[in-house]
């Protein structure tokens, strides 16, 4: 059974700095792209990060340069170092893992940006 689990949200003041993490149930060679979406409250979820097996990296305009996204292959985990933290990066943060022929989506780990 192919699953992805986040953790590591939580409460952070603004221009501070956050680490989630999202734990696969099995080998990451077994996927072809693993990336972070979010979504805000009463908004669309959006992109935020992607990095595919080769290990090409993308972001999103709003996180460039504040967002890092890696992984650790031997534990099968994949990270995303948030910095430089503004209120509107307040959202639920998901992660998301594609294979040949699946899909898979976390249950979300709340980031809220405030003082």
């Known amino acids: 059974q192919v699953q992805v689990q986040e953790s590591g949200g939580g409460l952070v003041q603004p221009g501070g700095s956050l680490r989630v993490s999202c734990a696969a149930s099995?080998?990451?060679?077994?996927?072809?792209?693993m990336g972070w979406y979010r979504q805000a409250p009463e908004k669309e979820r959006e992109f935020v990060a992607s990095i595919t097996r080769d290990g090409t990296v993308n972001y999103a305009d709003s996180v460039k340069g504040r967002f890092a996204i890696s992984r650790d292959g031997a534990k099968n985990i994949l990270y995303l170092q948030m910095n430089s933290l503004k209120p509107e990066d307040t959202a639920v943060y998901y992660c998301n893992a594609k294979g040949i022929a699946f899909e898979r989506w976390g249950q979300g780990t709340l980031v809220t940006v405030s003082l």
């Open positions: 099995v080998t990451m060679l077994s996927f072809t792209m």
